[in-house]
């Protein structure tokens, strides 16, 4: 396939805004907003009831997700084995994607009597989004070509950016402005929302799913081969890939460096609305235009970033945004008042976009070159993000649980940025050498 296509990296952008709208309305605002709001809590405080255990609210919201990201984790090397093998990563895609969407729309039902289901549903909805990452982020080397990855990375997260603000304007104006729709209630148009999340993810995927290319199957697959057979094979191709993956120095320390920093990063995303309803009692309205301010920031972010990653390299690049995320975590700790918090959520849409995305292609760029089991090689990405995600959150709610503060979780998070920053210093610059070049030769 030719690479650089202009009209398939459209397409593999467009996927970008079709799922961004989870990480923003589910992950980020509207959702978590509203679980603290509609779960029958025991004697009107924070703590619930679930599945007979009581927790509280947000823990139970670290832990949903912790849950949901191992279980991504462990289905990613399978299914990108499988997909790899058999040549068909856009059908694994699709899964995820269909999936994960119909689980938001689910939400919809979502009401004091049906907590469990919708903390079910929410949880799927995170395998299917992270599912389906996966599969869309091994296209990047296949569509582009290796000085494009930065740029190509970028434009993908900023369109995910504007298309995530879009419909958030739309769910915002609903929930703030009833009346404009016909005197709907707060509750009412939260759950509308859900239902536009599923449809807007469900619906813009048509467009890079009758696009993009879908994968090579192997040589030795077979149309007519058994599922069972290509479990097996898949199994095979999966630890070839590992075999290539532990010869790749340069790599490991990438994926080690960028497990410890991610683990800070996603968790930011992940608990801060519940931190600033919590810690700093923003009202709902304050915390969901703090959200939409920081995806807004990050649209500049992330291509500010792949600026600067053409003039001093990503690894460079990348040791600013954490150094960054430290003074973000120790000002969170200290923050007071809401328009401190606000401040802060702009500095935090500047990094939060830059580092994903240079992340994104700098693991593109460690790739042997001519590789055709891009959908592998990205499942070791993607675990190591996952599982970043899942010790993250779970750390940060620990640590909240123990000591009975969101603000000791925060340092926690701090200086997993410092051990990120550590490793990643371990690492050359691609402005110095080849990252294609063997272990030995670097060494």
């Given at each position: 396939?030719?690479?650089?296509n202009?009209?398939?990296l ?6 970008d ?16 907003v509203?679980?603290?709001a ?5 004697s009107g ?10 927790i509280k ?10 849950a ?5 984790a ?23 994607c ?7 729309a689910?939400l ?14 929410f ?5 299917g989004?992270?599912?389906?990452i996966?599969?869309y ?24 950016y ?17 009346e ?7 509750g ?22 009758s696009?993009?290319?879908?994968g090579?199957r192997?040589l ?7 599922w069972?057979?290509?479990?097996f094979?898949?199994f ?14 340069l790599?490991?320390r990438?994926l080690?460096?960028?497990?410890i920093y991610?683990m ?10 519940i ?25 500049p972010?992330a291509?500010?970033?792949a ?6 390299g ?10 960054i ?15 401190q ?13 830059g580092?994903q995305?240079?992340?994104?292609s ?6 042997p ?7 592998s ?8 993000e ?8 779970l ?18 998070l ?7 920053l550590?490793?990643?210093w ?13 272990p030995?030769?670097?060494?």
């Amino acid at each position: 396939m030719q690479k650089n296509n202009p009209r398939v990296l459209r397409a593999w952008t467009i996927y970008d805004w079709a799922n961004s709208v989870h990480s923003l309305v589910i992950v980020s605002s509207i959702f978590p907003v509203y679980f603290s709001a509609t779960a029958p809590y025991v004697s009107g405080g924070v703590v619930m009831n679930f599945l007979g255990f009581p927790i509280k609210n947000s823990i139970l919201f670290s832990y949903t997700v912790s849950a949901a990201m191992l279980l991504a984790a462990l289905l990613s090397p399978i299914c990108t084995a499988l997909a790899d093998y058999s040549g068909r990563k856009k059908a694994f895609m699709k899964f995820f994607c269909y999936t994960g969407s119909v689980a938001c729309a689910l939400l919809y039902f979502f009401t004091k009597d049906t907590t469990t289901f919708a903390i079910f549903c929410f949880g799927w909805s995170l395998v299917g989004w992270a599912g389906s990452i996966v599969f869309y982020n091994s296209y990047l080397p296949e569509i582009a070509t290796e000085d494009q990855f930065d740029r190509v990375s970028a434009r993908g997260f900023s369109m995910g950016y504007i298309g995530s603000v879009l419909l958030m304007i739309l769910n915002l104006a609903m929930i703030l402005k009833g009346e404009w729709f016909g005197g709907i209630s707060e509750g009412m148009a939260s759950r509308v929302a859900f239902l536009t999340v599923g449809f807007w993810w469900f619906g813009f995927a048509q467009i890079p799913f009758s696009i993009l290319p879908d994968g090579t199957r192997k040589l030795a697959a077979s149309a007519t081969e058994s599922w069972g057979t290509w479990f097996f094979n898949g199994f095979r191709e999966l630890r070839a890939t590992f075999g290539q993956v532990r010869q790749q120095l340069l790599l490991r320390r990438f994926l080690i460096s960028f497990a410890i920093y991610n683990m800070g990063v996603q968790t930011v995303m992940y608990v801060a609305t519940i931190f600033a309803s919590n810690e700093l009692k923003m009202e709902s309205s304050s915390l969901i235009i703090t959200v939409l301010l920081i995806q807004l920031v990050a649209i500049p972010g992330a291509f500010a970033f792949a600026w600067i990653s053409e003039r001093i390299g990503n690894i460079y690049a990348l040791m600013i945004g954490v150094t960054i995320w430290i003074g973000i975590c120790y000002a969170a700790y200290l923050v007071q008042t809401q328009n401190q918090f606000y401040i802060l959520a702009c500095v935090v849409g500047m990094v939060m976009g830059g580092v994903q995305s240079l992340s994104r292609s700098t693991y593109s760029k460690f790739i042997p070159a001519n590789t055709t089991d891009t959908a592998s090689f990205f499942s070791f990405y993607d675990v190591t993000e996952k599982l970043s995600i899942v010790i993250g959150t779970l750390v940060y709610g620990l640590v909240e649980q123990i000591t009975g503060s969101m603000r000791n979780s925060v340092l926690a998070l701090l200086g997993l940025f410092v051990i990120g920053l550590l490793l990643l210093w371990r690492i050359p610059s691609q402005k110095i050498y080849n990252l294609r070049l063997e272990p030995e030769e670097v060494l």
